[in-house]
DNA sequence: TTGATGCTTCGGCTATCATCGAAGCATGAA
DNA sequence: TTCATGCTTCGATGATAGCCGAAGCATCAA
């Protein structure tokens, strides 16, 4: 007997037009909210979240909660996988697809996520940060280090007493929405960022309602110097 | 705009349970006819044409006529790929699938196809015929080469006139049915098989209905010797 | 020719499933 | 607390598409 649902099940969970497109807007390897695949898709919010619990049954996407936000990344590269070879299948067939442009270029550079730095810069700050053990983390929990708090007292005159609060933790990584990766939030994440602006090196964009962050000539170099990749 | 299908389209293509199980089918390379494929799925053969005529639409399959029959296969190997992908993340989620276990294996090794050998034996001898530069073949087209006319007579007995026929090529390449590639029709491999009858190398099984072909042990022998690639 | 087999097309039935409105939770802010 | 936001569940609707019976071609055999 042929028994079960095997590939038609998961392919049949591809073969949604809306689906697909929550999915090919995952392929890049960000993970974005219930909201902006909604978007995505073309969908109501309730079609979404439906459409988002049988992919993620079927094992094609995992959640990550994040406060009220709930954001969804694909399970891992064996589904980018077989989602490129699906492309590739359908393309030959002269199926092709208008790929979505990249979004606005400076929000993906840098922004505010909350209260602190997002985008292609958060990114790279925690990296640093990371790599050089001023912080440990844990998938989403981080923690601060006796060397990064020297660190931090040294270069940017943020004392550890300054950020104990009550119901919030210090550290804390805040999913990208530009990058698949994390970001440092919490009242650290905070506290650093209101230092870049009060040191001048960066500002919040004048136009009301933007995130962009834009960094001043200096700002930017200082901010290298500090955490700096090599690549800039 | 999202735009079209894409690979919505294909994926839903494969998404359905019955066109599935056809194409699970044909995982393993071989080319079966519509009524078979109908069969494998459990649905009628207008559902199955229904279904053919959109796997062929959509670039999955390619058909090949044979006669009354219409043999299909999975258009390459790059399908193949992705079904097999899509079939890793439908084990890895639980979701197995029982396998369709193996036909008659004598029905697999030496069988009746029209008047001409096919099966394991039939696919080797053109296979030897080719490789020996007897026959050239392109695509479906063979044809006997001088070197294979002073084979054929020297070694069965066959002379190129008796091959001609008015409206039958003398060549042909004929799809297996076990296997994925080609055997020997025309008059000619109808001409080798009769020939193997009356030397008494092989015989139509007793049992009426049956495809099969026996080999008697000395017809083996001579025919490894003629036809052989080694591994016998 | 007549009959048989393999496959396709047509028409209608049915069920599945995507979709959205409305309401219900959960989280965060004031 | 009260309000707002993000997401989910429930219920009903509507359209897509799989399915089969019947009939129509095409191929092969006698």
């Known amino acids: 007997?042929?028994?079960?649902?095997?590939?038609?099940?998961?392919?049949?969970?591809?073969?949604?037009?809306?689906?697909?497109?929550?999915?090919?807007?995952?392929?890049?390897?960000?993970?974005?909210?219930?909201?902006?695949?909604?978007?995505?898709?073309?969908?109501?919010?309730?079609?979404?979240?439906?459409?988002?619990?049988?992919l993620e049954a079927g094992g094609l996407i995992e959640p990550e909660k994040q406060g009220r936000h709930r954001y969804y990344r694909l399970t891992d590269d064996d589904v980018a996988g077989v989602l490129e070879g699906l492309a590739g299948l359908a393309a030959r067939t002269g199926h092709m697809r208008v790929r979505t442009g990249p979004k606005d270029p400076a929000l993906r550079r840098a922004r505010i996520c909350y209260d602190h730095l997002a985008g292609d810069l958060g990114v790279q700050m925690l990296d640093s940060l990371r790599e050089r053990h001023l912080v440990r983390q844990k998938?989403?929990?981080?923690?601060?280090?006796?060397?990064?708090?020297?660190?931090?007292?040294?270069?940017?005159?943020?004392?550890?007493?300054?950020?104990?609060?009550?119901?919030?933790?210090?550290?804390?990584?805040?999913?990208?929405?530009?990058?698949?990766?994390?970001h440092l939030a919490g009242t650290l994440g905070a506290a650093m960022m209101q230092r870049f602006t009060e040191l001048k090196w960066a500002a919040r964009d004048a136009t009301p309602g933007s995130r962009v962050v834009n960094f001043t000539r200096t700002g930017e170099k200082q901010f290298a110097a500090l955490f700096g990749n090599g690549k800039d």
């Open 1 to 54: 007997m042929k028994s079960g649902p095997d590939i038609a099940m998961v392919a049949s969970l591809v073969g949604d037009p809306a689906r697909a497109n929550m999915l090919t807007a995952l392929m890049n390897g960000r993970a974005l909210t219930a909201s902006e695949l909604a978007q995505e898709a073309g969908i109501t919010p309730q079609t979404a979240s439906s459409h988002l619990a049988k």
């Open 139 to 182: 998938k989403q929990e981080i923690e601060l280090t006796a060397e990064g708090e020297r660190f931090l007292t040294k270069h940017l005159q943020i004392s550890p007493d300054m950020l104990s609060h009550p119901r919030r933790p210090v550290c804390k990584a805040c999913l990208d929405w530009s990058e698949r990766r994390h």
